[in-house]
């Protein structure tokens, strides 16, 4: 009998694996049958406050005034308040039957961006020119949906704590090539954090810890604007916490610190050493934020920060030291002031220009001394029209390198936006970039760009 066993199980295992299914599938309808009845009582509450009102006003058209002793009723919700409530609970709940499998709240966003351009001759064959090329090109311009971006927002549950958890995961579709029919996804930046009253954890990739602010352009979305021209920009994987400290209700510290990693380039190394470069490298970045605000609408927002990592390149390890400081002043509400400034030596892997280092020999080296930073003036004219005049640049010690790379590259935009709708923008932007060459020629180059963009 014990001999037959095994083969009798065999037999039954179709019989219990398909019952296991019905029991699954069951499950899953009776969830279904019970979110549609709930639906429905949510439905017929709306439907009964709808003629609860209606027959309210048709009471107090036809009743006398109310004396001026009478008692005065108790004080309840309004009626079309009560409705307002029930709709947004159907609406909720119909909505979580097609949101994500743990059946938590998830938000589509992005924007549909158009952009119409032309550049000048030392553009490089790129749609942004970041830096003004050496060699001439003929002056191109072209359209582009490429720079338009998919994105989710992710709501979490509660955990130990009270802690909030919640989440972000943005794309676009600059990777592929210049050809509009070979744009790929890439991703921008993800995060997930947990947010208690006064700290949070954070990880994910995102911007440095240093360099959070960026100026506002819809003609480079791709790229953090003036990348290469004093924005540290690099998105990369990174572990961060915080924790906020509060100096009265119009005031605060809010202190970051965290691992980011770096991404060095391989251009600094030279062909010899390129198979020696480690290209990815941890990094100790911090970031303390004063903050003040008033009541008429001005705040001020000033935050030094550091950054400090290695660089290992074949026997040799080769710091990356920066001291930050970001800002954001307003004075009235339609006026800001916002910029970033930093000093240090390195900066390639954080997002300055691709030259951090250059190597002497196999036992010496420069890092490269670099400083730099970007400022922006923007006028909200009205709650439509907004005029932006911004620009930036990286300034490199001539004395640290090589001949040919880039001693200065400074950029400098203005922009106007306009809303022609509650979620569709159009902008015009023009551009100029402006890069010298260590022993050689000041190249520029000048971009114009007409964009439209469709927010959803």
Known sequence: ???????????????????????????????????????????????????????SRGAQAASPAISATAEPAPITAPIEERIAVVEQRTQDLSQSKVEASQRLPVTLTGMVLFNAYLNGGASGGFQAPLVASLSDSVSRGAASLSQSIIGLRFQGPRILGGGQVKGTFDMDLWGGTASSLNHLVRLRVATVRVDWKNSSIIVGQDKPIIAPRDPDSLSQVAFSPLTSAGNLWLWQPQARFEQRFALGENAGIRAQAGVYQTSEPLASAGPEYQNTLATSRPAL?????????????????????????????????????????????QPVPKLQFTGTFFNGRNTAGVGGLRQGFTIINDYRYSAIRAKGGWAQLSYLATNRLTFNLYGGQESNQTADLLRGQIARNFSYAANVRYRIGSNVLIGAEANQVRTNYFGGPLRLVNHYDLALAYLF
């Open 1 to 55: 009998m014990l001999r037959r066993t095994p083969y009798l199980v065999l037999l039954l295992a179709p019989l219990i694996l398909e019952a296991q299914e019905r029991s699954d599938l069951r499950q899953i309808m009776d969830r279904l049958d019970r979110l549609e009845r709930e639906n429905q009582t949510l439905a017929d509450q709306v439907r009964a406050l709808r003629s609860e009102l209606a027959t």
């Open 285 to 329: 970045q911090g970031r303390f934020e004063l903050w003040r605000k008033s009541g008429s609408g001005a705040r001020i927002e000033i935050a030094p920060g550091f950054h400090a990592s290695q660089t290992h390149v074949g026997n040799l390890s080769i710091p990356s030291r920066l001291f930050t400081m970001d800002w954001l002043i």
